[in-house]
């Protein structure tokens, strides 16, 4: 039985709470038992800019967006004027029945070249400039407007709580939206009662007067719009969920991987997660997972230090500094802190020291789009720095996933002995989505060739010494006989500096060896997941947060009869060559999914499988793809045959 998919879109000025709006809409369907995935798209500003969120319901798996709009909830006209184009017909408009005759070239924040599209639009279809005008466009393709009188309402509310201030009054006119939303979609109002108590947990008053708002507004839909939109989402039967963030599933996924230290300067959109972390800084650690029992002996039981450092150069300094007195220790930053580490980061590959960094990719170059989405950083997380080290790179492909990898990367570095770059990218940050409850019991704890005491009748404790897999015998600070030495040069087994040729020749091929063993050890099953119909004619390759549009793309084209399969890549470094090269044998087609403009991927497969893909599906104006993208993007490979296909969409 396929799933039926809603799209819901709400907007405003940034501060004005759009998120909260979304987050109570999301949290009352998830509550509602439905599965939810929320993508978050704001300006670089603290306030003032649009922002908005885009949200699918659906009574079966969804882990995308998609361009069309079913329900388009506003409380400002700038809303209407930039998204009502993307509302289907059959939908429907939510908007404020006083905004209709406001010019659209009296709206402050609509860019020029945004200003002048709608303009064009507006001439072509013989009607005025008006928020009125636009509305009428949108009925005219099928759309149904629901003009909702807010400051009445919002009057209302005030009649029943007391409140005569408008001022107070009008933070609740997004609470206002969604209950609108909520009736016209038949999901019931004591799911948002649950929903404003758990994100305004501390505020009785607020909830209380936020859910006499949504009454006030599901009462309104009930007189006048009863029965009149025609999409409805029943959920199947209910299971134990999580609603959550990318940042938020990262940060506890390093609780229960034993991390202990974590650093950060502010950066969007990684500061969020040490955000997080900041304010769980003390925890219980429940006894029944036997298998985390060592990171609790040797890192403490209960709480994780984080410190906001004042740079990227100390962040990741100090990771090297906790790694070395035996704490799992990460940073997490995002692409132009990730630049000021890169010496850092070659100084614990010259070290042997196992940091974890969370790369959070954002747009580039320079500061870039600093909230906006990208994956341009694939060359770099793997080659970046002076020199050459050894470093492992593991890239998550949703927000479940980010939660598991984490220990991954913490067992990976201190397995190998060396960095190892987690990277996911702001679409995985800023999305919200309903998934499994987290099963710790599946986190396993590899911490190496970690001891805890050194045997002088073994001979002087060498850190470095040479070894067959090119991993040595690891001691903490403070160890008893395992004195040792750091040093930012090349050294010898003891760490002391040496220039001499053949020690920098026997130290460059111990580290690197690093990769080959990591390459032979590590399983495919933990390097690339494949999806999809295996025997399909088509291979789509592709890593990261494309991940949830793809898989979606690929079942809904099942059912017309085009069939791909997608291998996921996971660990880019050391890059899955041989598993590779025999599965791409198989298919009639190769298709790389990925967002920058080289096709960053396609380059590194071509790099080290001799094999260039047909076709080339990218995408970076900031926004991730959507569903409706990706499907689309296929469809013109292999039907048209486009060697390069650019997609553009985003408000």
């Given amino acids: 039985m396929g799933s039926t998919k809603i799209s819901w879109m709400i907007g405003g000025a940034q501060g004005t709470g759009v998120d909260s709006s979304a987050n109570v809409f999301s949290r009352a369907a998830a509550i509602y038992g439905l599965n939810v995935f929320g993508k978050r798209e704001y300006y670089s500003?603290?306030?003032?800019?649009?922002?908005?969120?885009?949200?699918?319901?659906?009574?079966?798996?969804?882990?995308?967006?998609?361009?069309?709009?079913?329900?388009?909830?506003?409380?400002?006209?700038?809303?209407?004027?930039?998204?009502?184009?993307?509302?289907?017909?059959?939908?429907?408009?939510?908007?404020?029945?006083?905004?209709?005759?406001?010019?659209?070239?009296?709206?402050?924040?609509?860019?020029?070249?945004?200003?002048?599209?709608?303009?064009?639009?507006?001439?072509?279809?013989?009607?005025?400039?008006?928020?009125?005008?636009?509305?009428?466009?949108?009925?005219?393709?099928?759309?149904?407007l629901y003009p909702i009188p807010y400051m009445e309402l919002l009057k209302k509310v005030g009649e029943l709580t007391g409140e005569q201030q408008l001022s107070a009054l009008s933070r609740m006119t997004n609470t206002i939206a969604v209950g609108v939303s909520l009736s016209l979609l038949s999901i019931p109002m004591n799911h948002l009662e649950t929903a404003l108590s758990q994100v305004f947990r501390a505020k009785a008053k607020v909830v209380k007067s936020n859910v006499l708002a949504a009454e006030v507004a599901s009462e309104y839909v009930k007189n006048h719009f009863a029965s009149d939109f025609p999409y409805r989402v029943e959920p199947r039967a209910k299971t134990k969920k999580l609603f959550i963030s990318g940042t938020s599933a990262v940060a506890l996924g390093k609780i229960v991987a034993g991390c202990r230290f974590q650093t950060y300067y502010p950066i969007t959109p990684a500061s969020d997660e040490s955000v997080y972390l900041e304010d769980h800084q003390v925890f219980d650690i429940y006894h029944e997972y036997p298998h985390l029992k060592e990171v609790e002996e040797l890192n403490g039981h209960g709480s994780i230090v984080v410190v906001q450092t004042e740079d990227e150069i100390a962040a990741i300094n100090m990771v090297s500094g906790a790694a070395l007195a035996g704490a799992r220790a990460s940073t997490a930053t995002s692409g132009p802190g990730f630049d000021l580490m890169a010496e850092g980061l070659g100084w614990a590959g010259m070290n042997e020291v196992p940091v974890v960094v969370t790369l959070y990719q954002r747009g580039g170059p320079s500061t870039g789009l600093p909230t906006r989405h990208e994956?341009?950083?694939?060359?770099?997380?793997?080659?970046?720095?002076?020199?050459?080290?050894?470093?492992?790179?593991?890239?998550?492909?949703?927000?479940?996933?980010?939660?598991?990898?984490?220990?991954?990367?913490?067992?990976?570095?201190?397995?190998?002995?060396?960095?190892?770059?987690?990277?996911?990218?702001?679409?995985?940050?800023?999305?919200?989505?309903?998934?499994?409850?987290?099963?710790?019991?599946?986190?396993?704890?590899?911490?190496?060739?970690?001891?805890?005491?050194?045997?002088?009748?073994?001979?002087?404790?060498?850190?470095?010494?040479?070894?067959?897999?090119?991993?040595?015998?690891?001691?903490?600070?403070?160890?008893?006989?395992?004195?040792?030495?750091?040093?930012?040069?090349?050294?010898?087994?003891?760490?002391?500096?040496?220039?001499?040729?053949?020690?920098?020749?026997?130290?460059?091929?111990?580290?690197?060896?690093?990769?080959?063993?990591?390459?032979?050890?590590?399983?495919?099953?933990?390097?690339?997941?494949?999806?999809?119909?295996?025997?399909?004619?088509?291979?789509?390759?592709?890593?990261?947060?494309?991940?949830?549009?793809?898989?979606?793309?690929?079942?809904?084209?099942?059912?017309?009869?085009?069939?791909?399969?997608?291998?996921?890549?996971?660990?880019?470094?050391?890059?899955?060559?041989?598993?590779?090269?025999?599965?791409?044998?198989?298919?009639?087609?190769?298709?790389?999914?990925?967002?920058?403009?080289?096709?960053?991927?396609?380059?590194?497969?071509?790099?080290k499988t001799g094999v260039q893909a047909d076709h080339l599906i990218v995408k970076y104006n900031g926004r991730p793809f959507s569903f409706s993208e990706i499907r689309d993007g296929l469809k013109e490979a292999v039907i048209h045959g486009s060697p390069r296909i650019v997609k553009r969409s985003g408000g």
């Fill in 45 to 144: 500003n603290i306030k003032g800019e649009h922002s908005y969120f885009s949200v699918v319901i659906s009574d079966g798996p969804v882990r995308s967006t998609m361009d069309e709009v079913h329900l388009l909830a506003t409380f400002d006209s700038e809303t209407v004027v930039r998204h009502a184009w993307e509302v289907m017909g059959g939908g429907g408009i939510i908007y404020d029945s006083m905004a209709v005759n406001e010019k659209i070239t009296s709206i402050p924040t609509l860019e020029k070249p945004v200003l002048e599209r709608i303009q064009m639009r507006l001439s072509r279809e013989g009607v005025g400039e008006t928020v009125g005008d636009v509305l009428e466009v949108a009925r005219r393709g099928g759309v149904r």
């Fill in 375 to 607: 994956q341009g950083e694939l060359l770099f997380s793997i080659f970046g720095g002076h020199g050459e080290f050894p470093r492992l790179v593991l890239a998550s492909g949703d927000i479940e996933e980010a939660f598991y990898d984490v220990a991954r990367a913490f067992n990976y570095a201190e397995r190998y002995q060396t960095p190892v770059v987690h990277i996911l990218d702001k679409a995985l940050a800023n999305s919200n989505m309903t998934v499994d409850v987290f099963d710790p019991s599946k986190i396993r704890i590899d911490r190496g060739k970690l001891i805890t005491s050194w045997d002088t009748s073994l001979g002087t404790y060498k850190r470095f010494k040479f070894t067959e897999d090119g991993i040595s015998y690891r001691t903490v600070f403070g160890t008893e006989n395992g004195i040792f030495w750091n040093t930012g040069d090349e050294h010898d087994e003891l760490g002391h500096i040496t220039e001499e040729p053949s020690l920098r020749d026997r130290m460059m091929e111990k580290r690197m060896k690093k990769l080959e063993i990591a390459d032979a050890e590590i399983p495919d099953s933990e390097r690339v997941i494949l999806h999809g119909d295996y025997d399909a004619p088509y291979l789509i390759l592709s890593w990261g947060s494309t991940k949830g549009a793809i898989i979606d793309a690929i079942e809904y084209l099942a059912s017309e009869g085009l069939r791909f399969a997608f291998a996921q890549v996971k660990l880019v470094n050391p890059f899955p060559t041989r598993f590779l090269q025999n599965l791409m044998t198989q298919y009639r087609k190769l298709i790389v999914v990925e967002q920058n403009f080289t096709g960053q991927f396609a380059l590194l497969l071509r790099a």
